[in-house]
């Protein structure tokens, strides 16, 4: 089963527009991540954002973390038509003998000039 | 400085078959993660091997199994191949204890 499951499912927006995802899990975490996928190719690491934090900024990315609802957003501004793809969130626990990651079944977005 | 490579590419084979993926990480990471990704879901974990040892497996049945080099570098193999097994096969390498994965551009297997 997956950990965690993103909302929407697709997401259609205009160039220049915002796009909001969300993600929500089970289980207590130590950390969340948000990979990026084009076209059924290699995940693209975007951000990682820990168990004590709340909020996270990279360039147009901003990540949200709300431990105590278990869910974590991802949005990203002023999109350009190079941000269509598909946006996993993956939960980390991580143990003694290492970590994995569960991913969600993804948000596929599409930026339309 | 390369990143994660996996070959082949592309594969077909037929059920029953058997086949073998190929890892190699990123320059400095010695930790390699696989996953499966089935058409339109997230990946799923597989296994993860660090120092030649498998060290976390995830719920896949024993018809999958891995080897890990002493460079490193790793291989997934997958016995007595079903339709089921058509996915997209992706290999990550970390540095132990650091969280963030780099993957691979991933191998797609068509069993026909």
């Known amino acids: 089963s997956q950990q965690g499951e993103e909302d929407p499912q697709a997401l259609s927006i205009q160039e220049g527009e915002n796009a909001t995802m969300n993600c929500s899990y089970k289980?207590?975490?130590?950390?969340l991540q948000w990979y990026r996928q084009n076209s059924g190719r290699g995940l693209v690491h975007l951000i990682l954002i820990r168990s004590n934090e709340r909020e996270k900024h990279s360039g147009r990315l901003r990540v949200t973390l709300d431990t105590s609802k278990k869910s974590s957003s991802l949005l990203i501004t002023a999109s350009r038509a190079a941000d269509t793809a598909s946006y996993f969130c993956?939960?980390?626990?991580?143990?003694?003998?290492?970590?994995?990651?569960?991913f969600g079944g993804g948000t596929r977005v599409l930026v339309k000039p | 400085d390369a990143g994660v490579t996996q070959s082949p590419t592309h594969l077909i084979k037929t059920r029953g078959q058997q086949v073998t993926l190929r890892c190699s990480p990123k320059?400095?990471?010695?930790?390699v993660s696989w996953y499966q990704q089935a058409l339109g879901q997230g990946p799923q974990f597989i296994f993860q091997?660090?120092?030649?040892?498998?060290?976390q497996r995830g719920n896949f049945p024993d018809r999958f199994s891995g080897h890990q080099f002493p460079n490193y570098s790793s291989e997934l193999n997958v016995n007595a191949l079903l339709l089921g097994d058509s996915a997209l096969y992706l290999c990550?390498?970390?540095?132990?204890?650091?969280?963030?994965?780099?993957f691979g551009p991933g191998t797609r297997l068509l069993v026909l």
């Open positions: 990550a390498s970390s540095p132990l204890a650091r969280e963030t994965q780099y």
């Open positions: 091997y660090y120092e030649e040892e498998e060290r």
């Open positions: 289980t207590s975490i130590n950390n």
């Open positions: 993956a939960t980390d626990l991580i143990k003694a003998a290492g970590n994995k990651l569960t």
């Open positions: 320059s400095g990471h010695d930790t």
